[in-house]
């Protein structure tokens, strides 16, 4: 292992680890939004919309993030509409982690029992307002567990940006390791920066995941 390569090389990985980060959070937002969106449309059955949304999430759920991308970046431009690659690492991860997210909002809004709906209306509440302070909490407080396994997924995903020759991680990775061929160190420093994107994730999910479950069973 040559520590000093791993050194000198160590602000070029940092620089793309911030870029990597941040078009992952840009586009988990979007898929988050994304994904409430969707679900809302279904859980109201909306005829012709809950069709396209269907439609959305088979076609996203059932295709790879690359052919999504190639086909935003290289496709997309035939027609006119021309992005950044970063805009179409953005436009990627939010088209195929909006599905996922979507499936996580639906069953957690599916396991709300319908008495909790009745109870609300009941008590003066619009409809609106039972959405809002009712359904919505308890539907986020079940959809948590799934919600943070897609952002997880989705951060993983960002692996592939280097594709449309966008400067992440894994793009810096295979750089290096064609200019140098320091595999080892690049390799090593590829996962060591995954691990530190990835583990605060996974924690700070698992800490969210218990104190929503703590709220719910009022423990």
Not at 20 to 29: D, E, H, M, N, S
Not at 35 to 57: A, D, E, F, M, N
Not at 163 to 184: E, H, P, R, V
Request: glycine share 8%; proline share 3%.
């Amino acid at each position: 292992m040559n520590w000093s390569y791993i050194q000198e090389v160590l602000p070029l990985f940092g620089k793309a680890a911030l870029l990597t980060v941040r078009i992952g959070l840009i586009g988990i937002l979007f898929a988050i939004l994304v994904g409430l969106l969707c679900s809302l449309i279904r859980q109201l059955k909306i005829p012709v919309l809950r069709t396209v949304v269907s439609v959305y999430i088979e076609l996203s759920r059932n295709t790879p993030l690359l052919i999504q991308l190639f086909f935003i970046y290289y496709g997309l431009p035939k027609i006119g509409i021309r992005t950044s690659a970063e805009a179409c690492g953005v436009a990627g991860l939010a088209f195929l982690g909006g599905s996922y997210m979507a499936e996580a909002f639906r069953s957690g809004l599916e396991a709300v029992g319908k008495i909790q709906h009745e109870s609300a209306l009941s008590l003066g509440l619009t409809g609106v307002q039972t959405f809002r302070y009712v359904i919505l909490p308890q539907a986020f407080a079940i959809s948590v567990p799934a919600l943070v396994a897609n952002v997880i997924f989705l951060l993983k995903e960002t692996s592939v940006f280097s594709a449309i020759s966008l400067m992440d991680l894994m793009f810096t990775a295979k750089d290096q390791i064609g200019l140098y061929y320091n595999t080892t160190e690049c390799l090593f420093l590829l996962v060591a920066f995954y691990l530190v994107i990835l583990l605060p994730v996974s924690l700070l999910g698992s800490l969210l995941e218990r104190r929503v479950r703590h709220a719910e069973f009022g423990t």
